[in-house]
């Protein structure tokens, strides 16, 4: 991740590209591109505490986000609480979705974006898989047929 305040506050200081590069980690180029944007937003420093990287990304590349993405939007509520019906996938959410985004004339995220997105969706509140217990902790067995029979081969016991 870029660390946008630390490259203002750096530059702010007087260190060189080179030395914003070193430290951040990231290309001259980037930060040269970053630094020209805020100057062309007029986004200047003492930066106040609000604005962290996330919300300096956000106002410097606005296309970026999913809503400035010109998308439609994922209604993630829907798809979690679809997901905890039986034999729904996220696959068959995600077809879903491009049919009602067709159908409103929206462009889809492709499905690998689609999975990206719900699953930093689901990071964010923790989701996990809906198992009762540990797996592996029971074994059920189904069987509708007549009864088995163990013999032991050393006695030919039943």
């Known amino acids: ?36 944007l805020t100057e062309k937003k007029g986004l200047v420093c003492p930066l106040d505490e609000e604005m962290t990287d996330q919300w300096i990304e956000e106002f410097l590349f606005p296309e970026k986000t999913m809503e400035g993405s010109g998308r439609q939007p994922l209604n993630f509520d ?36 689609f999975l990206r997105h719900y699953s930093r969706y689901a990071d964010k509140y923790k989701a996990t898989l809906r198992i009762r217990r540990k797996p592996g902790e029971i074994m059920e067995v189904d069987w509708a047929g007549s009864t088995s029979f163990i013999i032991d081969r050393d006695t030919a016991r039943k």
């Open 78 to 113: 829907y798809i979690h609480e679809e997901l905890a019906k039986p034999n729904l996938t996220l696959s068959l959410l995600h077809h879903e979705y491009e049919v009602e985004c067709r159908a409103n004339r929206k462009i889809p995220y492709s499905y690998r974006s």
């Open 1 to 36: 991740m870029i660390h946008y305040r630390r490259i203002l506050e750096l530059h702010d200081e007087g260190i060189s590209l080179r030395g914003i590069a070193v430290s951040t980690g990231n290309s001259r180029q980037k930060i040269t591109e970053i630094i020209r």
